[in-house]
């Protein structure tokens, strides 16, 4: 229906909370539709109808005393319909086509809100914490607990390796500009601010491979800043884990490298890695004066 099939339990919510939106917009649209078409069938015909009785004459015409009158006063009988019976004051009807859409907005902003809160829910406790770095132009996983650090550059993007079934927190870090952490089949994104940590958590329901790109425009490479998804079983992954902590670690960048307990060699990084180098050399901004 539109999304991709959800690749986390959150992802899962997501669709079912679409679907229920999608459904009812259907059933709304399709009452209107009906409507609108019953009532257009409905005045042509009336229109056609009177307007035979007209040629036929007034005396044919088996229509109500006060009728004529009112087509009269609306410019005439010619070609124009009777003015069907004034209906006001039914004030059930009115309460009950009040009541319905603020049901509507109530019940769709309910299940809005539970979706909302479950997707910002952070555990206290969560099986995994993978911090993720963006930078001009590409991502930086590092895994605090395991010792690993994944780094990407634009020709060559960084696999994302996720145990399926366990509680994933992503702790979000800008290096330099807004980015913003977006693998499709999650069904949600945030963004990657600098200064501020956004964390998000999921839990992959199935194994299986995605592309996870920034969905905030973030200067000349942001195409290229996309990265892998692999998602394998907990024992699998375990011994990823397990090889990759062995293998040297590439230097850790931003406030992780503050906080690890594994990378003493880590040295603040002020720049992209240096195979991006396609970007302009932009002037410095200077202020210019305005007169008057
Ligand atoms: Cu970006």
Known sequence: ???????????????????????????VAGIIWVLVTFTVIASL?????????????????????????????????????????????????????????????????????????LLTEISEQPDLVIEVTGFQWQWQFHYPELGITIAGDPEDPPILYLPVGRTIRFELLAEDVIHSFWVPEFLEKRDMIPGVTNQIEVTVSEP??????????????????????????????????????????????????????????????????????IAPTLPTTTTTEVDG
């Open 45 to 117: 015909r009336r229109r056609r109808q009177h307007a035979a009785e007209v040629a036929a004459g007034p005396a044919t015409s088996a229509e109500t005393p006060g009728s004529a009158d009112l087509d009269a006063g609306n410019g005439g009988e010619r070609g124009r319909a009777h003015i069907p019976e004034q209906v006001q004051y039914r004030t059930k009807l009115e309460l009950f086509f009040l009541a319905l859409p603020i049901a509507l907005v109530v019940v769709l902003l309910g299940l809005t809100f539970r979706v909302d809160a």
């Open 1 to 27: 229906m539109g999304l991709p099939d959800a690749a986390t339990t959150e992802g899962e919510e997501v669709t079912s909370l679409w679907q229920v939106y999608l459904t009812l917009a259907i059933i």
């Open 208 to 277: 299986g491979s995605w592309v996870g790109r920034c969905a905030e425009y973030c200067g000349l490479n942001h195409w290229r800043m996309w990265f892998d998804v692999e998602a394998i079983a907990g024992d699998q992954f375990d011994t990823w884990a397990i090889v990759t902590a062995r293998q040297p670690q590439p230097v850790v960048q931003g406030r992780a490298q503050v906080t690890s307990t594994t990378s003493s060699t880590a040295v603040p990084i002020t720049n992209p890695p240096p195979s991006v180098s």
